[in-house]
């Protein structure tokens, strides 16, 4: 019954609809910020309303609202369809060699800011959902479509918000974010961000450096300290994922072409984003702040970098606030949605889909962090990512609709 229903069900796409529904989504900005999701949330749920299917608005906070609309039956299990509405801002219009609203196909690619991140997943989970209304009553279960809006800003307002309410959290999740057709995302780092303050002792500047203490040279020789020495932290990697972040690494370099880049999957990276201090040129610095990004590997808590930070700051007499904390997190090779996906990967594209750990985050941790397991599948050109002319193919948002809607029909047979 699940191979005939799979088989009906994907007789039912139309290439040109999706492509069509992928070009609408691109033409209405949602950029994030500012974040406003009113104008893509109506055209979203308008859209859905032709099946007559019930729609839930959540808006935690003005303007971040998140969709859902649900099909099938509680006898079993949940599979949920995510996908972000927002995309970032299109930064200076002048570098980009097209309207980023275009919204049009052009030689094969559909041009327009959100093409890869991810409007073309976001239409081809909405249009597979809609799609296999029809079929509701063959379903072993529910099948959910989840439309949030600010995982671009880190989304506590949309999946986090859902999910810490224990709403739509499902038994298993597909995040239509951009992997490629080759990649199945099954984890990711996680992210430490924090503000470091040092303290010095102000002096007129012309008596620098032999009298006062200057924060920023004091902050200077932390930096140095932390660089060496939260990188070389070493990670416990699970056995089941030992196989993964290795295959991980040799795709970082592939994406990124910087010999031994695969490093920063099992190893901790850090970034000195923002630095202030100082008040005057001729004041010896009584502070400085540093906002550092560290991202931290499958196989190590935040808590223990965090830990390991703060005796290091300790020694400058410095302090540490924190603005986040994710762990790092990741789905088991072996779940039934990994195994489930690249099935259909196989069978409907002919591709032998390799598994991948990102150095990035996402909304994928919300859920993992529930126990949930949770891949990332979804068209993309990498390159041009969060960049200027972002496209995708067009081919491959057909491809990957093709594939959402037969991971749903095996997992819901």
């Known amino acids: 019954m699940g191979g005939n229903l799979k088989n009906r069900i994907l007789a039912e796409l139309k290439d040109q609809e999706v492509l069509d529904l992928a070009c609408k989504l691109i033409k209405i900005p949602s950029e994030n910020p500012p974040g406003d999701m009113n104008e893509i949330a109506a055209f979203i749920a308008e859209y859905l309303s032709e099946v007559g299917v019930k729609i839930e608005r959540y808006e935690p906070v003005k303007g971040k609202i998140s969709l859902i609309a649900r099909i099938g039956n509680n006898s079993g299990k949940e599979l949920i369809f995510n996908g972000h509405m927002d995309v970032v801002p299109v930064g200076d219009k002048s570098r980009w060699e097209f309207d980023p609203f275009l919204g049009e196909i052009r030689d094969g690619y559909l041009l327009g800011r959100g093409a890869s991140d991810m409007k073309g997943g976001l239409a081809g989970i909405i249009y597979a959902f809609k799609k296999l209304v029809k079929y509701e009553k063959e379903l072993g279960g529910r099948l959910t ?42 984890g990711q780092k996680g992210a430490l961000w924090m503000r470091i303050t040092i303290y010095g002792k102000p002096i007129h500047g012309s008596l620098s450096p032999y009298a006062g203490e200057s924060a920023i040279l004091k902050a200077a020789d932390l930096m140095k300290e932390l660089l060496s020495s939260v990188t070389g932290l070493k990670p416990k990697v699970p056995e089941d994922m030992k196989p993964v972040i290795e295959e991980s690494k040799k795709i970082a370099e592939q994406l990124i072409k910087i010999k031994g880049i695969g490093k920063i999957l099992d190893h901790a990276t850090i970034n000195f984003g923002i630095i202030k201090g100082g008040t005057k040129i001729n004041i010896v610095p009584e502070k400085c702040e540093l906002d550092v990004d560290i991202r931290v590997p499958v196989g190590m808590t935040s808590e223990e970098v965090a830990s390991h930070v703060e005796k290091i700051v300790s020694k400058y007499g410095g302090e540490v606030s924190y603005i986040e904390k994710s762990n790092a997190n990741y789905t088991p090779p072996g779940s039934d949605i990994v195994k489930i996906a690249a099935a259909n990967i196989e069978q409907i594209i002919g591709i032998k889909p390799r598994l991948l750990v990102q150095w990035a985050s996402s909304d994928a941790r919300f859920y993992r962090g529930k126990g949930v397991p949770t891949i990332h599948y979804g068209p993309a050109e990498v390159g041009v990512i969060h960049g200027y002319n972002e496209k995708v193919k067009a081919e491959d948002i057909v491809k990957a609709c093709k594939v959402y809607a037969g991971i749903a029909a095996d997992y819901l047979q």
Do not use: Q, R, W
């Not at 309410?165 to 239509?176: D, P, R, T, W």
């Open 145 to 186: 479509l989840v439309c949030v809006p600010d995982e671009e800003t880190g989304g506590e307002h949309g999946t986090g918000y859902l999910v810490s309410k224990n709403i739509a959290v499902g038994s298993s999740v597909v995040i239509a974010e951009p992997t490629g057709m080759d990649f199945i995302d099954v």
